[in-house]
C-alpha cells in the first residue's frame, strides 16, 4: 500500500481538490431488492475493497489514476419517506456531475438507481434535454422490464422500463437469463430495445459468432452512452452475494470485453456508468472485489478515451435548478409499460 493511500476513496487514490476529472458516488439504496438484504452496505464495501486492485491497468499501459483527479463522494443515503421523494433526492445528488465536465461513476445499490441517473443525464451537454439521443448498455442477469413487481413500479425488477418511460431512445442488453412472459414480449415488441440473451451468447458451440455480434453492436453506437453493469449478469459463481446470483452468465472476461470494446469506439461517448446491486460477501470479498475490479476497467478506459482525444470536455453553463421532482410528481399511469 503506498504511502498516499487515503481510506474511504476509490483504489485509495488521494482526493482531488478542487473540481475533479472523475467522480465515484456510492449511492447505498435499497428499498425494492428481492431477496437478500445487503445492497445498503455495498458500495462502501466496494470502495473498501478498491484498495486491493492493481492502479497498473494494461489497456491503459499506466497507473490509475494517469494524471488525473480523483474524487469518491460520502455514501449516499436518501431521506425521503417514499421512493418517489429518494429517487428524486438522488437526481438532486448525482446532477452537477453531469454537466460535462466530468466522469460520473456510480456504484449502488440496488438496479433502481438506474433511472434517477438516466434522468440526470437529461442535463448533460450531449444530451441537452433530448433523452433519445441517450443509449443504455446494461449488462444484467434479468431484463428489468416489468411494468411492476408486487405493485411496485419502481422496484429494481422494473429498472430498465422506467428508463425507456423517461426517454432513453435506445437499450442494448447482454447476459439476459432470467425474465417473464411479459418483458419477452416487450423485447419483441419495443423497438428501441435490443436483447442479447445469456442462452445465445454462451452456448457452447454457437455462443463465439453470438458474442462477436454483441461486440459489433457495441462498435455501432453513435452518441452518449449510459453503462449500466447490474453485476448479476456475470456468472453467479463470481458474484455469490448479491441480491439475485444466477448461473449461466458472462464470464469476467466478456464484461472486460464489453467495457473495451464500448469506450473504444470513436463515434460513441461514454458519459457516465454504473456497477450496480453490489452487496458485501462476509468470509471473502468476492462479491464487492469482483465490481471494484470492474468498475476500475471503466475508468481506464475512460482515462484511456480521454488521452487518446475520444472524450472531450464540454462544460455546462450551471444554471439554477429547481429541486427535482420528477419522480414524486409523475402520475402512476405516466410509468406503467407501453401496451
Ligand atoms: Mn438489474
Redesign the pocket.
Known amino acids: 500500500m503506498s504511502a498516499d493511500f487515503e481510506e474511504g476513496q476509490f483504489l485509495g487514490l488521494p482526493q482531488a481538490q478542487g473540481k475533479p476529472d472523475v467522480v465515484v458516488m456510492p449511492l447505498a439504496y435499497e428499498l425494492t431488492t428481492s431477496y437478500g438484504t445487503g445492497a445498503v452496505d455495498g458500495p462502501a464495501a466496494c470502495v473498501e475493497a478498491s484498495g486491493q486492485v492493481e492502479l497498473f491497468d494494461a489497456t491503459l499501459g499506466a497507473d490509475l489514476p494517469d494524471g488525473r483527479r480523483f474524487k469518491t463522494l460520502p455514501v449516499w443515503e436518501g431521506s425521503a419517506s417514499t421512493l418517489r421523494g429518494q429517487l428524486d433526492e438522488m437526481v438532486d445528488h448525482v446532477q452537477p456531475f453531469f454537466d460535462g465536465s466530468v466522469f460520473p461513476l456510480a456504484l449502488g445499490g440496488e438496479?433502481g438507481i438506474l433511472p434517477a441517473l438516466v434522468r440526470a443525464a437529461r442535463r448533460h451537454p450531449l444530451v441537452d434535454g433530448d433523452l433519445s439521443r441517450l443509449t443504455v448498455v446494461q449488462l444484467?442477469a434479468?431484463a428489468?422490464l416489468r411494468s411492476e413487481l408486487d405493485g411496485e413500479v419502481f422496484s429494481?425488477a422494473c429498472?430498465a422500463s422506467r428508463s425507456l418511460d423517461v426517454g432513453v431512445g435506445r437499450l442494448l442488453q447482454a447476459g439476459i437469463r432470467a425474465y417473464s412472459l411479459e418483458e419477452s414480449v416487450r423485447i419483441d415488441e419495443d423497438d428501441r430495445i435490443t436483447t442479447f440473451f445469456a442462452k445465445d451468447t454462451q452456448h457452447p458451440h454457437t455462443g463465439g459468432a453470438e458474442w462477436q455480434r454483441w461486440l459489433d453492436t457495441l462498435a455501432a453506437i453513435q452518441g452518449p452512452v449510459h453503462l449500466t453493469l447490474?453485476i448479476?449478469g456475470l456468472d453467479g459463481a463470481l458474484v455469490p452475494a448479491t441480491g439475485t446470483p444466477v448461473p449461466g452468465g458472462l464470464s469476467y472476461w466478456q464484461a472486460v470485453e464489453t467495457i473495451e470494446t464500448l469506450f473504444a469506439n470513436p463515434s460513441a461517448t461514454v458519459i457516465s456508468a454504473d456497477v450496480n446491486?453490489i452487496f458485501a460477501q462476509e468470509g471473502t470479498p468476492l462479491t464487492q472485489f469482483t465490481a471494484a475490479c470492474l468498475a476500475t476497467k471503466m475508468l481506464a478506459c475512460h482515462l484511456l478515451a480521454r488521452r487518446e482525444g475520444r472524450w472531450i470536455r464540454r462544460e455546462k453553463t450551471p444554471s439554477d435548478e429547481a429541486r427535482s421532482s420528477f419522480f414524486s410528481e409523475a402520475k402512476g399511469a405516466t410509468f406503467s409499460a407501453r401496451s
Do not use: L, N
Open positions: 438496479h444484467d434479468h428489468d429494481h429498472a447490474d448479476d446491486e
